[in-house]
T-cell receptor, first 111, second 115 residues
């Protein structure tokens, strides 16, 4: 079993709609969680960190559920420019140099 | 700010050839790492370093060597290229913020084809 798993999608979303997807992790020692965005196999870029209490950044909301070992990302009022692959990243605090990536969830926003 | 500079961007090798992918960062980050990305598999860790002189293996280290003689540089060496090493390679640097904060910065990637 992979340490970090994501639904690959694609999630086809009409412009203006809401889309949400999860990422599950298997290592209960995981302590830090992030969502990265990747466009067309370019370099990944940090979208947002995921905090225990949940956090928002504009139209993006991230949640962490430690009991069930998953994080989620919700995108409201989807824009065409949100079309990308969203990568879940998990780090154990005893291994800061080792980022564990999910395979990514593809989101396609359609007009 | 240069951030993470990764070279070359594209490379074609013949089976059995060796080469070095270069990675340099100017952010004084203690952590550097190399990943490969294959279709449908996400980024897989090849080797990583927690500081100058210290390296360790990741998930898929076979066929690759690394060294870190300075904080800034973390080259990846392919010893004898094989078609299975055809992939996109990303170098990253990151830091630990102490309170769970961090961010990894990536180079632009190297698209390697081994024929």
């Amino acid at each position: 079993r992979k340490e970090v798993e994501q639904d690959p999608g694609p999630f086809n979303v009409p412009e203006g709609a809401t889309v949400a997807f999860n990422c599950t992790y298997s290592n209960s020692a995981s302590q830090s969680f992030f969502w990265y965005r990747q466009d067309c196999r370019k370099e990944p870029k940090l979208l947002m960190s995921v905090y225990s209490s949940g956090n928002e950044d504009g139209r993006f909301t991230a949640q962490l559920n430690r009991a069930s070992q998953y994080i989620s990302l919700l995108i409201r009022d989807s824009k065409l420019s949100d079309s990308a692959t969203y990568l879940c990243v998990v780090i154990s605090t005893d291994s800061w140099g080792k980022l564990q990536f999910g395979a990514g969830t593809q989101v396609v926003v359609t007009p | 700010n240069a951030g993470v500079t990764q070279t070359p961007k594209f490379q074609v090798l013949k089976t059995g050839q060796s080469m070095t992918l270069q990675c340099a960062q100017d952010m004084n980050h203690e952590y550097m790492s190399w990943y490969r990305q294959d279709p449908g598999m996400g980024l897989r860790l090849i080797h990583y370093s927690v500081g100058a002189g210290i390296t360790d293996q990741g998930e898929v280290p076979n066929g690759y060597n690394v060294s870190r003689s300075t904080t800034e540089d973390f080259p990846l060496r392919l010893l004898s290229a094989a078609p299975s090493q055809t992939s996109v390679y990303f170098c990253a640097s990151s830091y630990s913020g102490g309170t769970g904060s961090t961010e990894a910065f990536f180079g632009q990637g190297t698209r390697l084809t081994v024929v």
